[in-house]
């Protein structure tokens, strides 16, 4: 009877949790639907804390996300999208959407997998449209962009949503714009963004600065005016009462003659007054007059965003009123006395299905508007339509840098002037107010820098340029490994980058003979000099240690490599597959990698910077990610043992023992600098490289003793010799010959003189000698006795 009881109290509470949710998924959907998104992915947040059921919580997730869409909170929303996918992985529509919104974050290589992603799950919508067009339609507009220079206005920009600037009719030096900051000590939140409301603001450039007092016990605080050396944007402030409301205060422009001011307001006039209408107000010499609003449709119907042309009789609105071909519209409507004529939908193409918003008409008569419709670059985008003689309107997009993946919009022109003003939330997804300039022809060269072997980036590295015309100029990348300088036009470039613990790197570029701007786009990667680097493309015939003509063309970028790392000494390492005896494998790989040695010295490389070193099958090939990648029967850290191939199919063995069969490079030193001797091309019977003489250990008579300090490849000279005048050789097998300094008859004068040279960090010691063989240091006492 109590389990009875137990299963049906768990069973009530499960009803009652389900319930809960569902409550609160039934609210964020009311509230959605209203346009109160601020306060719909609030309830639909703790709708997802509540449930439990997958399948829900994907639903959930997915409605918050779509909020968090609607007021351009893409972080967020990208959030909640991920979460919608996590609980239902074949969620298209969120891999869909998730796509987008990591366009407006400008996480370009995420989108493109979510993409991807989405055309797995729905492979037919390819047909129709493929989504990922708008990654390359973005990388060709970004590397060859408009004429047109832009930067952010940080002179009255805040951490608020900042938008829709405007002149004040002529007068540049006076602006007017919208802004979410707090304008009193008791601002309302808006339910829709969650944001203040936004009201009109006003800036002046001027040099007039006002400088306040610091407030002191008793006293006011008091202003007064300073005049500066430089020009700037004066501190905004609040253009008033009579036009600033409890509502939302928008878009807005001057009449011709700048005595009227046109701006979209949510205030209620009447009960049935719906959504935003557009209101005009009197400027005064002591203030604004008083607020009419324009009987441009019914009250039941929204408008706002208006624009004025020059001669004052027309005006442009938008309106997602009937008649119109989806979302919001642009219309316009006639003056008549002092009314307006009925609205007139501007037709197609400069509307869309999608939302058309904040019209410019440009004192020529070309209309500049933003849009969301599919052929731009993400969010809103700003668009130029000019009229032809036939009277069609050709509306084109104005691509980067005018635009970018984030909203981009009202973009305002000074009178008869290329330049103005737009709004942009390119900047950490808030809205901000930019400025632009037409310019001549620029370029720039966009560049990443990554670690070759992981492309992971590397901060921080740094940039030389040197361009044809001698200039030099340096530079550092970012945090993120991005670094943007600017080029001249008719100039070629070499841009060298450099970060400690990898050999330096390079790019070339050329603006000779362009004429249309372009940003040069390039990830440079740096090889990290902790591993050994393999060269690819190194070829021999079976059994041959001779280079083939492709292994040379393929060694021309080491030297170039040696080249542009001119403090690097480097061991060249040829490995071989398990093929053959053991002694045979190590034999061969010493002399390819002797070859290799040779013809780099034949390409000017100096001698003492490269030491060849034959490893056999000593040691095989370790995966790495990269080629896990590429070989889908092998895992990042595989080592390529004899045993590890042996439990492979047949083709997969042959193409383990090709990828153990490599030639690879390790740097030994970075501080390499070139001695008297370094130009000359040692022979394995050399006796005398410039001044340091050689001599064989076999021409010293009688016991002796003498220090080692090295045992080397006997067809290598080391660069360790340049130290000493006089040096000794022997043998030791073979293949390898011992280096030492010195012949002493004593064994402590010996030991003494082992000590001070193993203190420059060469790993020194004694050895006994007769007639030209090592003996122990019992049989020297004896025979010295």
Request: hydrophobic share 35%; glycine share 8%; net charge negative.
């Amino acid at each position: 009877m109590k389990l009875f009881s137990n299963i049906c109290i768990f069973i009530i509470l499960g009803v009652f949790v389900s319930c809960s949710s569902q409550s609160y998924v039934n609210r964020g959907d009311k509230m959605a639907q209203s346009g109160q998104y601020y306060y719909a992915q609030g309830l639909y947040e703790k709708a997802y804390k509540k449930s439990k059921d997958k399948e829900l919580k994907a639903d959930i997730a997915f409605k918050a996300a779509s909020c968090f869409d609607q007021v351009n909170e893409v972080r967020k929303a990208s959030s909640w999208y991920r979460r919608a996918i996590l609980n239902r992985d074949t969620f298209s529509n969120a891999v869909l959407n998730l796509a987008y919104a990591e366009v407006k974050n400008g996480k370009m290589e995420e989108a493109e997998e979510n993409f991807w992603e989405y055309l797995d799950l729905k492979p037919e919508a390819k047909a129709e449209n493929d989504p990922s067009e708008i990654l390359k339609r973005i990388n060709t507009w970004e590397e060859y962009p408009g004429r047109y220079k832009v930067e952010i206005l940080n002179d009255f920009n805040s951490s608020g949503s900042d938008f829709c600037p405007v002149y004040m009719g002529k007068d540049t030096n006076v602006i007017f714009f919208s802004s979410t900051r707090k304008l009193n000590d008791k601002p309302k939140k808006d339910g829709v963004t969650g944001d203040f409301h936004s009201n009109i603001f006003e800036s002046h450039f001027s040099n007039e600065v006002i400088r306040k007092s610091k407030k002191r016990k008793g006293k006011e605080a008091t202003s007064r005016k300073v005049i500066v050396d430089t020009y700037q944007w004066s501190k905004a402030r609040g253009v008033g009462d009579t036009i600033n409301s409890d509502w939302n205060e928008g878009a807005a422009c001057f009449s011709p003659e700048a005595d009227v001011l046109y701006f979209t307001s949510s205030r209620k006039i009447t009960k049935d007054n719906q959504g935003t209408k557009i209101f005009a107000v009197q400027r005064q010499e002591d203030g604004w007059g008083s607020v009419a609003q324009l009987d441009l449709v019914p009250d039941s119907l929204s408008v706002g965003h208006p624009s004025i042309s020059a001669d004052g009789n027309i005006l442009y609105f938008v309106s997602d009123m009937p008649g119109g071909y989806g979302g919001n519209d642009i219309w316009m409507a006639k003056k008549s006395g002092s009314s307006w004529s009925e609205p007139q939908n501007m037709g197609r193409p400069i509307n869309s299905p999608n939302n058309e918003l904040f019209p410019f008409i440009k004192n020529n008569g070309d209309l500049f508007f933003a849009s969301d419709r599919k052929e731009g670059m993400g969010g809103l985008d700003i668009y130029q339509a000019k009229r032809q003689e036939t009277g069609v309107w050709k509306v084109e997009n104005m691509k980067y840098p005018i635009n970018s993946t984030a909203d981009d919009f009202a973009m305002v022109f000074q009178p008869d002037q290329e330049k103005g003003m737009f709004t942009s939330s390119r900047k950490n997804g808030n809205d901000d107010i930019y400025r632009f300039d037409y310019v001549p022809l620029q370029f720039s060269f966009l560049g990443k820098i990554v670690n070759s072997e992981t492309n992971e980036f590397i901060p921080n590295a740094d940039i030389h340029i040197v361009s044809s015309n001698g200039e030099q100029m340096d530079s550092q990348a970012a945090e993120d490994g991005q670094f943007n300088v600017d080029l001249d036009p008719e100039l070629e470039y070499i841009v060298m980058v450099s970060a400690e613990g990898y050999l330096n790197g390079k790019e070339q570029v050329s603006t000779l003979g362009i004429e249309i701007s372009r940003n040069f786009k390039s990830i440079i990667g740096l090889k990290p000099i902790e591993k050994p680097i393999e060269l690819p493309n190194i070829f021999y015939d079976f059994g041959s240690w001779q280079l083939r003509e492709e292994s040379k063309t393929a060694l021309d970028g080491l030297v170039e490599t040696l080249n542009d790392n001119p403090k690097i000494t480097i061991e060249l390492g040829s490995h071989t597959d398990y093929v053959g005896s053991e002694s045979t494998n190590r034999d061969l790989s010493q002399k390819r990698a002797q070859s290799v040695v040779d013809y780099l010295i034949e390409k000017g490389i100096y001698w003492d910077r490269l030491i060849a070193h034959g490893y056999g099958e000593s040691k095989p090939q370790t995966i790495n990610a990269v080629k896990a990648k590429e070989f889908d029967f092998l895992a990042e850290g595989d080592v390529l043992s004899e045993s590890f191939i042996s439990k492979l199919k047949e083709k997969e063995k042959d193409e383990a023992n090709q990828l153990n069969r490599r030639t690879d490079f390790r740097v030994l030193s970075t501080d390499y600098q070139p001695g008297p001797n370094s130009k000359v091309k040692p022979g394995s019977d050399s006796s005398q490289i410039g001044n340091t003489l050689i001599k064989d250990l076999s021409e010293i008579k009688g016991v002796f003793y003498t220090v080692q300090i090295g045992a080397f490849n006997k067809n290598t000279i080391p660069p360790i010799l340049q130290k000493y005048k006089v040096v000794f050789r022997g043998s030791v097998d073979d293949s390898t010959v011992r280096y030492t300094t010195g012949i002493f008859d004593d064994l402590e004068e010996a030991r003494a003189e082992a000590g001070k040279i193993s203190e420059t960090g060469i790993n020194a010691f004694v050895i006994a000698y007769n007639k030209g063989k090592k003996i122990t240091f019992a049989e020297a006492k004896k025979l010295k006795k």
